[in-house]
């Protein structure tokens, strides 16, 4: 297991050094050929070249390299590798710290996410394994169209539905019965608040984990169908072991593999429902930072924020492998 870990972390690394090579070859290529990002400082003032040439000593854009299209500018590269090796993300262009930006929006985020994953996991394993278990019945069919449903119903819809017509009056309803003070009108607030943040991300969370808990359900289902049907069910129940031991030991636990796999493909795309759902509650996150700092023109800010993400993405990659080790002590890479 060690041995498997270890390779798996240098790869990691290694895969992280390249998305960040990408991402700086990209964003090069885009100030060679869109011009100079340092404008983007002034807004709509029309600077002097020394101004100009100010800000972009202050965010190391004075680099020629930066007007000679085609050069991969390795000198910044390697000097932006040392300050990311420092703790040191740089600044954006109102010069705040990135690090202190990502300081008080991950955890929101977070948040959301750990939200996220417990409802893919709830509602993939129980909806799947009742429409494996009982499969042909009519809970089976009910299953299989809601989980069609959730397919055809965009998640910024579900948001929208959720903030414009059933907030107001379910907060209305929690405070008359629980009291205003209380936590459940907290759960139904329409926008983020700070001082409650897992109240108030609680139920945006679920909405976005529904959105996506449709592969979730049906890959549970099929999964779940095969083992019912495998060889080493039967043996289980020849041997007579009860119905519950057979189901949890036998069946739920082999087609857990294909859930995890699940889990680690669909964090990515996860993130982009975050941009919408925090941009959607007005909460204070990763998504909408980043959203923020690409239409702004902040070069700094969006280097360090998808480098970060792309480090939390390799982090979700290896716990997904070395779950799949403890899942199935067969998978090695001997």
């Not at 297991?1 to 700086?24: D, E, I, N, T, W």
């Not at 699940?262 to 964090?267: E, I, Y």
């Given at each position: 297991?060690?041995?498997?870990?270890?390779?798996?972390?240098?790869?990691?690394?290694?895969?992280?050094?390249?998305?960040?090579?990408?991402?700086?070859?990209?964003?090069?290529?885009?100030?060679?050929?869109?011009?100079?990002?340092?404008?983007?400082?002034?807004?709509?003032?029309?600077?002097?070249?020394?101004?100009?040439?100010?800000?972009?000593?202050r965010f190391g854009l004075d680099d020629p390299?930066?007007?000679?299209?085609?050069?991969?500018?390795?000198?910044?590269?390697?000097?932006?590798?040392?300050?990311?090796?420092?703790?040191?993300?740089?600044?954006?262009?109102?010069?705040?710290?990135?690090?202190?930006?990502?300081?008080?929006?991950?955890?929101?985020?977070?948040?959301?996410?750990?939200?996220?994953?417990?409802?893919?996991?709830?509602?993939?394993?129980?909806?799947?394994?009742?429409?494996?278990?009982?499969?042909?019945?009519?809970?089976?069919?009910?299953?299989?169209?809601?989980?069609?449903?959730?397919?055809?119903?965009?998640?910024?819809?579900?948001?929208?539905?959720?903030?414009?017509?059933?907030?107001?009056?379910?907060?209305?309803?929690?405070?008359?019965?629980?009291?205003?003070?209380?936590?459940?009108?907290?759960?139904?607030?329409?926008?983020?608040?700070?001082?409650?943040?897992?109240?108030?991300?609680?139920?945006?969370?679920?909405?976005?984990?529904?959105?996506?808990?449709?592969?979730?359900?049906?890959?549970?289902?099929?999964?779940?169908?095969?083992?019912?049907?495998?060889?080493?069910?039967?043996?289980?129940?020849?041997?007579?072991?009860?119905?519950?031991?057979?189901?949890?030991?036998?069946?739920?636990?082999?087609?857990?593999?294909?859930?995890?796999?699940?889990?680690?493909?669909?964090?990515?795309?996860?993130?982009?429902?975050?941009?919408?759902?925090?941009?959607?509650?007005?909460?204070?996150?990763?998504?909408?930072?980043?959203?923020?700092?690409?239409?702004?023109s902040d070069v700094g800010l969006v280097l360090?924020?998808?480098?970060?993400?792309?480090?939390?993405?390799?982090?979700?990659?290896?716990?997904?492998?070395?779950?799949?080790?403890?899942?199935?002590?067969?998978?090695?890479?001997?």
């Open positions: 297991m060690g041995r498997y870990v270890l390779r798996r972390v240098v790869q990691a690394v290694g895969m992280l050094f390249l998305v960040m090579f990408v991402l700086h070859l990209l964003t090069t290529l885009a100030i060679q050929l869109n011009g100079n990002p340092a404008l983007a400082f002034f807004g709509d003032k029309i600077p002097s070249p020394a101004q100009v040439a100010a800000v972009e000593q390299c930066y007007d000679q299209p085609g050069n991969p500018c390795l000198g910044p590269f390697a000097e932006r590798l040392g300050q990311y090796a420092q703790g040191d993300l740089g600044t954006n262009l109102r010069g705040r710290e990135v690090t202190d930006i990502v300081a008080a929006a991950a955890p929101n985020t977070l948040r959301l996410f750990v939200m996220v994953t417990i409802t893919w996991l709830v509602l993939g394993m129980v909806l799947g394994s009742v429409a494996a278990r009982w499969r042909g019945s009519p809970s089976d069919h009910g299953i299989r169209l809601t989980s069609v449903l959730i397919d055809a119903l965009p998640v910024f819809v579900l948001l929208l539905v959720y903030k414009e017509i059933v907030t107001v009056p379910l907060s209305g309803w929690a405070k008359d019965t629980f009291g205003e003070d209380s936590w459940p009108p907290y759960w139904f607030k329409p926008s983020f608040d700070p001082e409650h943040p897992w109240a108030t991300v609680a139920v945006p969370g679920i909405l976005l984990g529904l959105a996506g808990s449709a592969a979730f359900i049906r890959l549970v289902r099929a999964s779940q169908l095969e083992s019912y049907g495998g060889d080493h069910v039967r043996t289980a129940r020849s041997k007579g072991l009860g119905e519950g031991r057979v189901v949890v030991h036998h069946v739920v636990r082999n087609s857990s593999i294909p859930v995890v796999t699940a889990v680690g493909l669909t964090f990515a795309e996860a993130l982009s429902g975050a941009v919408i759902t925090e941009g959607i509650m007005n909460i204070y996150g990763m998504g909408g930072v980043l959203w923020d700092a690409v239409q702004s360090g924020i998808v480098t970060i993400l792309t480090a939390v993405t390799v982090v979700v990659m290896i716990v997904v492998d070395i779950a799949y080790a403890a899942l199935d002590p067969r998978i090695r890479y001997e």
